[in-house]
């Protein structure tokens, strides 16, 4: 079947659209262009700030002008995941998508439903003319997956509506009032490198399911980046190592699905019966929640130069040491993570060494105290620490005049009530909330799962529900 004729086509038209034009975060260039031509083409009013977020304006059908202005909010880019045997190019390329069952995914890379689906919503609201609605304004924002960018660098004063509908979660029974602040956290330092003296091991791990690390941290999946420091670790305690490289994980926002390290070692084959005997133990920890998951341990060959037996051992305590996964349960809100920590992407070549962290939490101070608990442990080891992209989470207001409507519209469509909730995802609607404090907010979805992995997929008769409910919401909106 194709997508052209899946309910609702408009929006899986639009989807397929969206789909074909490459969309990196940072790399928007294409998409911004596609999105204000479609605006232009539709002869209503848009604009491009100067940092790349689209505006797109148009006015309240007939018999909805008194009501409350609404803009509809979703971000442009996506994430850039494949798995390793698929040939594919982010920049270059539109996504392949097939369908398999209820659910739309794509052929090895990430759909980029996460937010595609949402920004294909807003142009067919744009596009339609059958929709009852108020004045709407459409905001297309850029760099949401990479340092939230275009909502840091949306200035007061270019949006006049009163309610934002953020359209960028993935549980279409979940109404969400709030989310995570983060911050990302990146530890470097530099060695000298020089020939290895010893016998080289290759430590590689893959078929990891990887996922949101925010979303899915409290799901206990493994990380490619602690699993290693874990074999390198058992390997230290009977002999010293030389790091060769690491080079494991990749985005901030990704749970890391594989990595590989080279090791330089006195007795390899004492190393790889260490750490051979560690994998059976990990393999059976992760027997349940990561059935896929592949562990190799083998002789190899490299002509690259290695850090000192010293410095890698710096580097592999460290790696020990970083906190990853769930740091404290909210008190507030039950089920909620309120602090976090990604251990991200791991890269070590020529004596560079880079590790990357994105902490997140709904409390700022919190957020700050797993931080600082990292910068000092890689301080301990003499490594350098940044703090960058920080960015503030967003306060539930569950007594809200449109949480309130939004509950009781679900309630009478679906035949029971919506989970209002807070995530431990980074939302843009704290940014935004931060220059528009008096805008009331919510964000919903339809189901997609899998975000941030080459698993990503979204349910197609989740799709046709959110439609159905988002055009209720917007044919009663209360009046001004």
């Not at 992209?389 to 306060?395: A, C, E, I, M």
Request: charged share 25%; glycine share 10%.
């Amino acid at each position: 079947m194709e997508l052209s004729n899946i309910e609702p086509q408009i929006i899986w038209k639009n989807f397929s659209k969206l789909n074909a034009v490459p969309r990196p975060s940072k790399k928007e260039e294409k998409v911004i262009a596609f999105i204000k031509e479609f605006g232009e083409n539709l002869g209503l009013e848009t604009t491009v700030d100067e940092v790349g977020n689209v505006i797109i304006k148009k006015p309240a059908t007939a018999g909805m002008e008194n009501r409350k202005s609404i803009v509809l909010q979703s971000h442009l880019d996506m994430v850039c995941q494949k798995n390793n045997d698929v040939n594919f190019d982010f920049e270059t390329e539109g996504i392949k998508m097939e369908i398999d069952g209820d659910w739309v995914k794509a052929k090895g890379t990430t759909l980029g439903a996460d937010n595609g689906l949402g920004v294909a919503t807003i142009m067919s609201v744009l596009e339609s003319s059958d929709i009852p609605h108020p004045a709407l304004e459409a905001l297309f924002t850029i760099d949401e997956e990479t340092g939230m960018t275009g909502a840091l660098g949306l200035k007061p004063g270019q949006l006049t509506g009163q309610i934002l509908l953020n359209l960028d979660t993935e549980e279409d029974d979940e109404i969400d009032i709030g989310c995570a602040g983060g911050v990302d956290v990146t530890i470097t330092q530099t060695y000298t490198a020089e020939a290895s003296k010893g016998q080289i091991v290759r430590l590689e791990v893959k078929g990891l399911q990887g996922g949101h690390s925010g979303m899915d941290i409290h799901k206990g999946f493994g990380n490619a980046n602690v699993i290693l420091g874990r074999l390198l670790y058992i390997g230290l305690q009977t002999q010293n190592i030389e790091l060769i490289s690491i080079d494991s994980g990749g985005l901030r926002n990704a749970i890391p699905r594989e990595g590989a390290a080279l090791v330089s070692v006195r007795n390899a084959q004492e190393f790889i019966d260490s750490a051979t005997a560690l994998k059976k133990d990990i393999l059976e920890e992760f027997a349940a929640v990561e059935p896929g998951l592949q562990i190799n341990i083998e002789n190899s060959t490299s002509s690259e130069k290695a850090i000192s037996e010293e410095d890698s051992k710096k580097v592999i305590l460290t790696l020990k040491a970083l906190h990853n996964g769930v740091y404290r349960m909210s008190p507030d809100v039950a089920d909620l993570v309120e602090a976090s920590n990604n251990v991200a992407r791991v890269e070590l070549k020529g004596g560079e060494l880079k590790i990357l962290n994105l902490t997140r939490s709904s409390v700022d101070s919190s957020k700050y105290s797993v931080a600082e608990q990292l910068k000092s442990v890689a301080e301990l080891a003499g490594m350098n620490v940044e703090f960058s992209g920080s960015y503030p989470g967003w306060k539930p207001k569950p007594g809200s005049e449109i949480v309130q409507l939004m509950e009781k519209l679900y309630t009478e469509k679906f035949g029971e009530k919506p989970h209002v909730v807070a995530c431990h995802a980074g939302l843009e609607c704290g940014i935004i909330g931060a220059n528009y404090p008096e805008m009331e907010m919510v964000s919903f979805g339809p189901t997609i799962r899998g975000a941030h992995s080459p698993d990503e997929r979204a349910n197609i008769p989740s799709a046709q529900k959110f439609w159905s409910f988002l055009k209720d919401i917007l044919a009663n909106i209360p009046q001004k």
